[in-house]
Nanobody, 114 residues
Framework: QVHLVESGGGSVQAGGSLRLSCTAS????????LDWYRQAPGKQRELVAS??????GYADAVKGRFTISRDNAKNTVYLQMNSLKQEDTAVYYC?????????WGQGTQVTVSS
């Protein structure tokens, strides 16, 4: 069992920045993938950014604005979000994939106002 705790969400004006953190209860160096998802009201959960096999990937909507990174020593994954837009408003979840099982955090709310 892996427990994930997110932090760093909040309210920000359009154009601003936030950094989300996700701390795991186990060594993140052993995970197959480290992901950030988001879910806006009335929409499906979508993959925003991922670290896998030493590479990173991003949804088209956030490319060039969001950066995913990791600190293995702290067992923490980050999502730096810059140039935020109102359409980035959502609950953001971190997730890790290990042994063919996805573990999820509780989510953190990000609200971007005009």
């Amino acid at each position: 069992q892996v427990h994930l705790v997110e932090s760093g969400g909040g309210s920000v004006q359009a154009g601003g920045s936030l950094r989300l953190s996700c701390t795991a209860s186990a060594s993140i160096g052993n995970f197959d993938a480290l992901d950030w998802y988001r879910q806006a009201p009335g929409k499906q959960r979508e993959l925003v950014a991922s670290i896998f096999s030493g590479s990173t990937g991003y949804a088209d909507a956030v490319k060039g604005r969001f950066t995913i990174s990791r600190d293995n020593a702290k067992n923490t994954v980050y999502l730096q979000m810059n140039s935020l837009k109102q359409e980035d408003t959502a609950v953001y979840y971190c997730a890790v994939l290990t042994m063919n099982t996805h573990y999820w955090g509780q989510g953190t709310q990000v609200t971007v106002s005009s």
